[in-house]
């Protein structure tokens, strides 16, 4: 029987998605169940990851019933996911212990600045290659186990399971049977070795963790497990593919070779780049983290993150009024033909990568009395390429990994001003995805080439579709002005 489809998982921040591609990675269908953010205290954040299971399978189940498709057309099931957020649960009854800590949940900070302290940031960046940060699972998995009365005697007697949300995912899918994650999911809780590629043990008793809760880590090109048939559809069907979301979108985005680079623009941006087979040490401000794992072996990446890039244009449209949708931004910033010195600098959480200044606070400099609104949406979006710019240069210059080209995805890529900006500022083609749900597509690949839907990763490239490819237009001297003055900008805000 030829399977016609891939039914694909996207379980992010705010929502769980569910999708169905065929053969040609066309998006068939998809539905999206939103779930609760919960906020019991300052700088906590959770998800009740039940409600999250729940609407995946509803999900999965209208997705099916709306497209009039038959279950045995179906040749696997897809998960990308929201990375770092993470759960304990108790294996033998399958109820979380207590709600999962989401990717920006704080709770893990006291213990992160207790570690630096010590001085055991240089260990965990040698096996790791993160920082240590509240971000990453370890800490947020360390105050559930030390916050949740008997977890840590169940632990030691066996009795609990951890994992990210793929993780949990399949384990209710499989009914309880397979417990696994992948590379990329695993390289994100500073917990996992990316030079040996297993669970760290020196790192599982510094967070105070147990051996036996951890999942086995598999490349993303195999079967994970199957689907218990008394949980969804009455039949069993292959899980595969399982991915974080940002190492999604580079797949999806078929960034296969060293040098090639993905830029997700969203609320705040993602920027890797594919780095080879060998985890090179990442220049200061960046994370080497694994791309993915297929083929029995794992691409690497450098990676930086970056706080805030399209709120910028919400922040101009809710607060300040400048504007009344983010679509009018283009030919706003189009009508003039510079920010006539104009900058803003849009810390207004802080600066992320490369800076990781917490301190440094948002402004707008070189404003004179012929400054219009224009200038100031113009510099707004410029600063979204001038952030992206400080990562690609880091990446090259210090890195020593040639860019190639960087392909792009994500809703702020729709505006042309905005791209084409981008590409001027890096000397370099940027290439702009056709497909908006390049992070289930990814996922929907890899479990393509693990059931066989697809044979190789060149009828995977024949599935690629571009939008527009972006082509510099400034020269090197312009370039090197405008941006000489962002980096002036950025100082100011760090004083």
Not at 269 to 290: D, H, K, R
Not at 425 to 447: D, H, K, P, Q, Y
């Amino acid at each position: 029987m030829i399977r016609k489809y891939i039914l694909a998982i996207d379980q992010s921040t705010s929502a769980s998605k569910v999708m169905l591609f065929d053969r040609k990675a066309g998006l068939v269908n998809r539905v999206s169940l939103p779930h609760q953010q919960f906020y019991p205290q300052q700088g906590f954040v959770e998800h009740d990851s039940e409600e999250i299971f729940t609407n995946v399978v509803e999900g999965m189940r209208q997705v099916v019933r709306d497209s009039s498709i038959k279950i045995d057309d179906i040749a696997g099931i897809a998960i990308t996911n929201q990375r770092e957020t993470s759960l304990i649960w108790d294996k033998t009854s399958g109820k979380p212990i207590a709600r999962a800590a989401v990717w920006q949940c704080q709770r893990g900070a006291e213990y992160c600045d207790q570690l630096k302290a010590e001085g055991n940031e240089p260990l965990v960046r040698d096996k790791t290659g993160m920082i240590i940060d509240p971000y990453f699972s370890a800490s947020k998995l360390r105050w559930i186990i030390s916050n949740t009365p008997g977890a840590r005697e169940k632990a030691k007697k066996g009795d609990l399971l951890l994992g990210t949300m793929d993780c949990w995912l399949l384990w209710k899918l499989s009914g309880g049977k397979v417990h696994a994650t992948d590379h990329s999911n695993a390289c994100r809780t500073l917990l996992f070795n990316i030079k040996t590629l297993n669970w760290d043990e020196e790192l599982i008793r510094i967070f105070g963790l147990e051996s036996g809760m951890f999942p086995q880590v598999r490349f993303s090109d195999e079967i994970f497990g199957f689907t218990d048939p008394s949980v969804v559809f009455g039949k069993s069907l292959p899980v595969a593919g399982l991915t974080g979301d940002s190492h999604a979108a580079l797949f999806g985005q078929n960034c296969f070779l060293p040098g090639m680079a993905k830029a997700t623009y969203g609320t705040g941006s993602s920027i890797m780049m594919n780095i080879g087979n060998v985890p090179l040490a990442a220049p200061p401000g960046l994370v080497t983290s694994v791309g993915f794992g297929r083929d029995s072996k794992v691409d690497y990446v450098f990676e930086g993150n970056i706080h805030c890039t399209g709120d910028t244009i919400n922040w101009m449209k809710n607060e300040l009024q400048l504007i009344s949708s983010a679509s009018e931004t283009e030919a706003l910033a189009a009508s003039v033909g510079s920010t006539n010195g104009t900058y803003l600098v849009p810390a207004f959480v802080g600066l992320g990568a490369p800076y990781w200044d917490n301190s440094a606070r948002a402004s707008i400099t070189g404003i004179n009395r012929d400054t219009t609104k224009a200038h100031i949406v113009r510099a707004a979006l410029e600063s979204i390429a001038y952030q992206v710019k400080d990562l690609i240069d880091l990446m090259i210059t210090e890195g020593g990994i040639q860019l190639k080209e960087l392909r792009v995805d994500g809703g702020p890529t729709r505006n042309d001003f905005l791209m084409q900006f981008q590409c001027d500022m890096l000397g370099r083609e940027v290439i702009r995805s056709a497909i908006e749900e390049v992070s289930a597509l990814g996922a929907t690949f890899l479990a393509g080439l693990a059931t066989g839907f697809w044979k190789n990763l060149d009828e995977i490239r024949a599935l690629y579709r571009s939008d527009r490819t972006f082509s510099p237009h400034k020269t090197p001297e312009e370039t090197i002005e405008l941006y000489s003055g962002w980096k002036k900008a950025v100082e100011k805000t760090r004083l």
